[in-house]
């Protein structure tokens, strides 16, 4: 309790010197820290889905509202879902379903390939992240 | 065989009061840099710049020109003496330096009622890593991704801006109250 007390008064007899514009500078710089963090790391959040088909575009969407998209190939129809910020292959006719069990993809250069089906869901955004670096 | 005549031109030097103490302070400043450098710091351009405490104090009592010549002074002998001298570190050091100083320029005449030396410390340091990462932007890293760490290099600032403040805030306090020297 003397300890807190201690500190308290330690802390106190720093504050002293903190006026009101400090305090307003500081928490302007605390916004700016804030602000910036949000801005400037949240480049792999993806805003696009691009599906193809047999190698072709077939459809580039948005990631703002929540559709569903049926993609036609070799096999049957791909369906493919879109939400806010993520997609998936929700469904796809291919015999091992690799696809299906990637589950979400919430990043900008995540990739989902049904081969078999031959469709493919990929997600960009403005700073994508990288899938695979060579020299 | 010539004979010796004194040189014609030669110079005399007779420092001033304030040369002495503009030496004193830079001195100061030196000290702490180089005792900086020892510190073990996880990321390249994150320090908590305790030079900057003399600076501010010469600001406050003795005024901009005499910061200007001890910050400059700091940046120049500094180097030389961590051998960094034109190495791209130095240059971000003076660039960060020039940058906060045109700032405290300008915040210092923000009314002393409200905003103390912490306002001019936080001010200054983020003058400091703006004009760092503008020369590291436009000449050494030549790509956006220097600015992938602003957000780190801005909490750096804001904390040792605030540290530092305080500081060179006690520091006039205790100094206001012996007679000037």
Known sequence: MTKLFALRRWLAAWA??????DGLVLAAALVFCVVSAL???????????????????????????????EVPGPLGTTRIEIQPGRARVAADPGPRQYCVRQGWLVSAGAVAI????????????????????NY | MPTMTPSTTEIRI??????????????????????????PLPLPGVKPGLANIVILVVLARWGWREAAWVALLRVFVGSLVLGQFLAP????????????LAVLGAAMHLPRRWFG???????????????????ARLWLVPHDGVFYLVPVFALAATLFGLVN????????????????P
Request: proline fraction near 5%.
């Open chain 2, 117 to 135: 030396p912490v306002s001019h410390s936080v001010l200054a340091a983020f003058a400091h890593i703006g004009g760092q990462l503008l020369v």
């Open chain 1, 114 to 133: 049904c081969a078999p089906n031959q469709v493919s869901l990929a997600l960009s955004g403005r700073h994508a992240d990288y899938d695979s670096l």
């Open chain 2, 89 to 100: 570190g130095f240059f971000l050091s003076l660039a960060g330096s020039l940058a906060s």
């Open chain 2, 165 to 180: 403040g305080l500081v060179a805030a006690r520091l006039l306090e205790a100094e206001g109250a012996k007679p000037t």
């Open chain 1, 39 to 69: 801005s400037l790391w949240q480049g792999g959040r993806p805003d696009k889905a691009i599906i193809k088909a047999g190698g072709k575009v077939f459809a580039e969407v948005d990631l703002a509202a929540p559709r569903m998209l």
């Open chain 2, 14 to 39: 007779t420092p001033t009061a304030d040369d002495h103490r503009v030496a004193r302070h830079a001195a100061a400043a030196i000290v702490l840099t180089v005792a900086e450098a020892a510190i």
């Open chain 1, 16 to 21: 002293v010197h903190l006026r009101v514009g």
